[in-house]
């Protein structure tokens, strides 16, 4: 890896490793927060279909007694 930055620098500059920073820096936020709002819409799902159940005791868990 450290070879492929050397050659980089060397035939084409250091402006050219930067250069495609900016747009991945910007493609990150909005792909980061679709995977945190799935998340936290799957884990609200689970929370009211699984966990809200067992507390109220309306339908029975398998496996209990």
Not at 29 to 36: C, N, Q
Request: aromatic share 10%.
């Amino acid at each position: 890896m450290m070879h492929a930055f050397s050659t980089i620098f060397r035939e084409e500059g250091l402006h050219t490793l930067w250069k495609g920073l900016l747009p991945r820096l910007m493609r990150i936020p909005p792909g980061d927060a679709i995977t945190w709002c799935v998340a936290d819409q799957v884990t609200g799902f689970y929370e009211t279909k699984y966990i809200n159940v067992r507390n109220n005791n309306d339908i029975p868990i398998l496996g209990s007694s």
